[in-house]
């Protein structure tokens, strides 16, 4: 599963990215594993909003997701811009691969996720019609999560066995993310599906479960490279972004489940040749979702997160997402 979600700063710069899940099949975990991820691109910041962020996946076992997602919704403008009643259309398609593995007597994991999208901005400037489309890869991802407290890395029959001996138990873990700046990007033009520039998000988290239900908690910060190639020559800098996040999971029988998330992120203030263009952010991220075991080894789900930006610089956005998983060993 995976929205899209847009901001953007003073020069009408926005990117977008998505949200995906995966969830493990039941065969594997009695728990069941739900990776959601959700990509936001707000103008070389990103915000996400993912539920079951850490949860054990069984050595040897891999998981691959394909997915689609649909955002819609109004964009805010600088007004000095000029730009009135603007909207955007996004389609995003994504491919995923995680591979769980140990470091020591630690349970580790590498998550890798390429998109793609297309997209269509609308709205009317200095009161005349306009419109701008983009289509092309957005800005891969690789992440490297470590467990510091929690389950061991075990077997699918081990872990099982273990999380039925522990229905109580908590997970700590920390990890790096890194999107890598080969998407979509051409500096003569100010809107594109790339950065540009490398983002470096390192994150803490905790998940505690008993029995059906998991809570989880998790804070994170976004720190961007120079942009070398900003339009006209320029040069673009971030400031971080700032996030945190919080889950409610239940699971039911016959690998039926459901969550709540929330996500809050503020900061990214930008400067474009050292001048402070005074264009912070701070959004507002709720999402639902719901998934299915399709059978053993394969999975299915559908998620819809409304994005508000509680600034007069944003934008307030709807996704619809469908994601399908496939486990292997």
């Known amino acids: 599963m995976f929205p899209i979600c847009l901001d953007m700063n003073s020069k009408k ?41 850490w949860t054990n996946i069984p050595l040897g076992v891999k998981a691959a997701t394909i997915g689609y997602g649909y955002t819609f919704g109004e964009v805010l403008f600088d007004p000095l811009l000029e730009v009135e009643e603007a909207t955007v259309h996004a389609h995003t398609f ?42 092309g890869l957005a800005d891969p991802r690789i992440r490297l999560s470590y467990h510091i407290l929690g389950p061991p ?11 039925m001996a522990h229905p109580v138990n908590t997970t700590v873990g920390v990890s790096l993310g890194i999107n890598v700046p080969v998407g979509q990007y051409d500096e003569d033009k100010l809107i594109n599906l790339g950065l540009n520039q490398f983002a ?31 339009f006209n020559d320029g040069t673009r800098r971030q400031d971080p972004l700032y996030a945190a996040q919080a889950h409610l999971i239940k699971r039911f029988k016959k690998g039926l489940w459901t969550s709540i998330s929330t996500s809050y ?28 075991n399709v059978s053993r080894t394969q999975s299915a789900k559908i998620t819809y997160l409304y994005s508000k930006t509680l600034k007069d610089i944003g934008s307030n956005a709807h996704s619809i997402i469908l994601a399908y998983s496939l486990f292997f060993q």
């Not at 996720?113 to 269509?120: C, G, I």
């Not at 203030?269 to 299915?292: H, I, M, P, Q, Y």
């Open 94 to 135: 994504i491919g995923s691969y995680v591979q769980p593995f140990k470091i020591g007597k630690k349970f580790a994991r590498l998550d890798v996720l390429v998109p793609f999208s297309t997209a269509r901005w609308e709205g009317l400037l200095r009161g005349s019609p306009a419109s701008v489309e983009r289509t």
């Open 265 to 292: 992120g503020q900061g990214g203030t930008s400067r474009v040749n050292r001048l402070s263009k005074d264009d912070e952010r701070a959004n507002w991220l709720n999402a639902a979702s719901f998934g299915l």
């Open 13 to 53: 710069i926005f990117n977008f990215s998505l949200i995906l899940s995966l969830k493990m099949s039941q065969k594997y975990l009695s728990t069941s594993l739900l990776l959601c991820i959700i990509l936001l691109s707000v103008a070389t910041k990103a915000q996400d909003v993912e539920p079951r962020r």
């Open 200 to 230: 470096f998000r390192p994150q803490i988290g905790v998940a505690h479960n008993w029995g059906l239900w998991t809570v989880e908690l998790d804070a994170s910060v976004f720190v961007y490279t120079k942009n070398n190639s900003f």
């Open 153 to 163: 890395p075990l077997s699918p029959k081990e872990l099982q066995e273990y999380l």
